[in-house]
């Protein structure tokens, strides 16, 4: 590659195409437009892109061929807008139509739409409702549509008390309807938008255990072998492996249940930047279904089928495989990535086609968005497709810094590799990271050389003792107890980490645009260190972007002294923190601390930060 080439964006047709669609459906987020506005403009586009696609110019240079790209990703844009407009469009007879301001007590039934989350004290279903009737009285049930959350608590000093209830089933619930939580503080979670993104469009909190009633299985056969599957693994977990942390832990990352994992144990991955292993995706895809891939060859070969029907057998066989496990597991976005990742990837060996990495994520990217267009919100959306993208194009520039004969040992080379990686994909989370949660941290670029191995003998050993319990017993329990001691190696290293390893962390809200805008194009002239001219280009950019960043407070005039109050939720009554204009903080009150909660820790940390 020439020092100074330019990109050839056209190499990268499904990133555009992602990009695009992301742009439509922001587009549809900030502005307030009818769908038909949108319909309107994607048919105009589509039609003069075919009017300039079809003139026929003599001239050497034309600007028909970019005028005509042009209108294409503004189809595609409107596009994005259309499905964004469509998702959150709520017909006639719509549950959040039904939400009541009163205590009165309804009854609802419904199908269960996802895996039920069961914790010791709480019970969590979505529900797709299809009728609705008041408990006070005999009249006939109204028919609804819509999806809601229902909750079940157990009373206080009690265990939860609960028919069991499966994905697929429908019930009879009777309790309160209400509308979704608002962000009760500046700085807190907001539940009801992310609810939202779900869609999901009201809460409802079930009276108690009775009201929970079961009425028939409504499972299709690929919902029922769902069920059983992750019934059958929980059961071969609780048999085979000796420890309840290694049970958990397990249960996590097999299933992408963290629920029963205790909280300061996920605090712990948290602060040493290590969550990412705890969420279904590239390493656990890569060791279910690449290795499933490479074992088929061998054995379908035996058939002499020819390479070409041998490699489309395995390849099916190896992605139905995966796209079980990817139900299994939850199908996540980070698992879902992954799979249509690696489904292009097998689909590439069989066809003899080889593909961008870049160009894979935008196909990804572009499922996910079609399926559920909120996805381009959320925090786990962004961390994936962030982390993954900035391993591509960075890793290759810390690589150049790497001498070439420290990569003569195939051990040093696995360490350097994995740091190199690590590197890349913490910086390439940092802005994510630090404008949702105000904390990153640098711990996992060392720790990832440990606890990736760890995480891998962990799944391997479970998946063995998976396979293993249907051939004996005696070897699920080795394996099973293999799986433990490594989990138990990867949760010691994770709480030394934690100790030890804290100071290396930035913590740091940054929610100011220029903020953003200067570390993202830093990273991205990082990228392009080869090519001087755009390098350069995008580090004044973001020169540009801390210049403007610091000259903000004096154009709004923040610089001068003034008196700050601001109240705060604390549950029972509010928090006051008075910022005098001498620069001194006052804190009145910090809410309620108690062996359940601590409102000081949960909500007036967040905001001090």
Same mark, same amino acid.
């Given at each position: 590659?020439r020092?100074d080439?330019?990109?050839?964006?056209?190499?990268?047709?499904?990133?555009?195409?992602?990009?695009?669609l992301?742009?439509?459906?922001? +587009?549809?987020?900030?502005?307030v %437009?009818?769908?038909?506005?949108?319909?309107?403009?994607?048919?105009i586009?589509?039609?003069?892109?075919?009017?300039?696609?079809?003139?026929?110019?003599r001239?050497?240079?034309?600007?028909?061929?970019l005028v005509?790209?042009?209108?294409?990703?503004a189809a595609?844009?409107s596009?994005?807008?259309?499905r964004? %407009?469509?998702?959150e469009?709520?017909?006639a007879?719509?549950?959040?139509?039904?939400?009541?301001e009163?205590?009165?007590d309804i009854?609802?039934?419904?199908?269960?739409?996802?895996h039920p989350?069961?914790?010791?004290?709480?019970l969590?279903m979505i529900?797709d409702v299809?009728?609705?009737?008041?408990?006070?009285?005999?009249?006939?049930s109204?028919s609804?549509?819509?999806?809601?959350?229902?909750?079940?608590?157990?009373?206080?000093?009690?265990?939860l008390?609960?028919?069991?209830?499966?994905?697929?089933d429908?019930?009879?619930?009777?309790?309160?309807?209400?509308?979704l939580p608002?962000?009760?503080?500046?700085a807190?979670?907001?539940?009801?938008?992310?609810?939202?993104?779900?869609?999901?469009?009201?809460v409802?909190?079930?009276?108690?255990s009775?009201?929970?009633m079961?009425?028939r299985?409504?499972?299709?056969t690929l919902e029922?072998?769902?069920?059983?599957?992750?019934?059958?693994?929980r059961?071969?977990?609780?048999?085979?492996?000796p420890?309840?942390?290694?049970?958990?832990?397990?249960?996590?990352?097999?299933?992408?249940d963290?629920?029963l994992?205790?909280?300061?144990v996920?605090e712990?991955f948290?602060?040493?930047?290590?969550?990412?292993?705890?969420?279904?995706?590239?390493?656990?895809?890569?060791?279910?279904?690449?290795?499933?891939?490479?074992?088929?060859?061998?054995?379908l070969?035996?058939?002499?089928?020819?390479?070409?029907?041998?490699e489309?057998a395995? +390849?099916?066989l190896?992605l139905?495989?995966?796209?079980?496990?990817?139900?299994?597991?939850?199908?996540?976005?980070?698992?879902v990535?992954?799979?249509?990742?690696a489904?292009?990837l097998?689909?590439g060996i069989?066809?003899?086609?080889?593909s961008h990495?870049l160009?894979t994520?935008?196909v990804?990217?572009v499922?996910?968005?079609l399926?559920?267009p909120?996805?381009?919100?959320d925090?786990g959306f962004? /961390?994936?497709f962030? +982390?993954? %993208?900035?391993?591509?194009?960075?890793?290759?520039r810390?690589?150049?810094f790497?001498?070439q004969?420290?990569?003569?040992?195939?051990?040093i080379?696995g360490?350097l590799l994995?740091?190199?990686?690590?590197?890349?994909a913490?910086?390439?989370?940092?802005?994510v990271?630090?404008?949702h949660?105000?904390?990153?941290?640098?711990?996992?670029?060392?720790l990832n050389?440990?606890?990736?191995?760890?995480t891998?003998?962990?799944?391997?050993?479970?998946?063995?003792?998976?396979?293993g319990s249907?051939?004996?017993?005696?070897?699920?329990?080795?394996?099973?107890?293999?799986?433990?001691?490594f989990?138990?190696?990867?949760l010691?290293?994770?709480?030394l980490?934690?100790?030890?390893m804290?100071?290396?962390s930035?913590?740091?809200?940054v929610?100011?645009?220029?903020?953003?805008?200067?570390?993202t194009?830093a990273?991205?002239?990082?990228?392009?260190?080869?090519?001087?001219?755009?390098?350069?280009?995008?580090?004044?950019?973001?020169?540009?972007?801390?210049v403007?960043?610091t000259w903000?407070p004096?154009?709004?005039?923040?610089?001068?002294?003034? /008196?700050?109050?601001?109240?705060?939720?604390?549950?029972?009554?509010?928090?006051?923190?008075?910022?005098?204009?001498?620069?001194?903080?006052?804190?009145?009150?910090?809410?309620?601390?108690?062996?359940?909660?601590d409102?000081?820790?949960?909500?007036?940390?967040p905001?001090l930060?």
């Open positions: 590659m020092p080439s330019t990109i050839h964006w056209n190499t990268y047709p499904a990133l555009l195409v992602a990009g695009c992301g742009a439509g459906v922001l +587009a549809a987020h900030l502005l %437009a009818p769908m038909w506005v949108w319909i309107t403009l994607g048919a586009s589509i039609g003069l892109g075919m009017w300039f696609q079809s003139r026929d110019s001239r050497l240079i034309s600007p028909f061929p005509t790209t042009l209108l294409i990703g595609v844009v596009a994005g807008a259309v964004m %407009a469509s998702f469009a709520t017909p007879g719509h549950i959040s139509s039904h939400v009541l009163s205590d009165t009854r609802i039934e419904g199908r269960i739409a996802d989350v069961v914790r010791p004290r709480q969590r529900v299809d009728s609705l009737a008041p408990t006070a009285s005999e009249g006939p109204i609804v549509s819509g999806r809601i959350q229902a909750t079940l608590w157990a009373p206080w000093g009690d265990s008390r609960a028919p069991e209830v499966l994905h697929g429908r019930v009879q619930l009777t309790g309160r309807l209400e509308g608002r962000r009760r503080n500046p807190d979670f907001d539940y009801g938008r992310f609810l939202a993104r779900q869609g999901v469009h009201a409802f909190t079930v009276r108690d009775a009201a929970v079961v009425l299985s409504e499972r299709s029922d072998l769902i069920v059983r599957l992750r019934s059958y693994v059961h071969e977990i609780e048999t085979s492996v420890s309840e942390n290694g049970q958990m832990l397990l249960t996590a990352l097999l299933l992408g963290r629920t994992l205790d909280s300061e996920q712990q948290r602060r040493t930047g290590l969550m990412h292993l705890l969420a279904v995706s590239g390493l656990h895809v890569l060791l279910v279904g690449m290795v499933i891939f490479q074992l088929l060859g061998p054995l070969r035996r058939f002499r089928l020819g390479w070409y029907f041998t489309l395995r +390849a099916s190896t139905t495989l995966l796209g079980v496990y990817m139900l299994v597991a939850g199908a996540s976005v980070s698992v990535r992954a799979v249509v990742m489904a292009l097998i689909g069989v066809l003899q086609r080889s990495t160009n994520l935008g990804a990217a499922v996910l968005l399926m559920r909120t996805q381009l919100f925090v962004q /961390l994936s962030a +982390a993954v %993208a900035a391993i591509v194009v960075l890793q290759p810390f690589r150049e790497v001498p004969h420290w990569m003569e040992r195939t051990w080379r360490i994995n740091v190199v990686v690590s590197f890349g913490v910086l390439g989370t940092l802005p990271l630090l404008y949660f105000g904390y990153a941290s640098l711990a996992g670029i060392v050389v440990i606890a990736i191995p760890l891998a003998g962990t799944l391997l050993a479970g998946l063995i003792c998976l396979f249907i051939i004996s017993a005696s070897l699920a329990g080795a394996f099973g107890t293999t799986a433990d001691l989990a138990g190696l990867l010691t290293t994770t709480a980490g934690d100790r030890w804290s100071v290396l930035v913590e740091r809200f929610t100011s645009l220029p903020a953003i805008a200067a570390i194009l990273l991205v002239a990082l990228a392009q260190w080869p090519r001087p001219r755009n390098r350069w280009r995008l580090a004044l950019g973001s020169v540009g972007c801390v403007l960043l903000m004096v154009v709004q005039g923040n610089l001068s002294p003034k /008196l700050d109050l601001v109240f705060l939720d604390v549950g029972h009554g509010d928090a006051v923190v008075l910022k005098m204009p001498s620069g001194q903080t006052v804190l009145v009150d910090a809410g309620e601390r108690n062996q359940f909660v409102r000081g820790r949960r909500t007036l940390l905001h930060q």
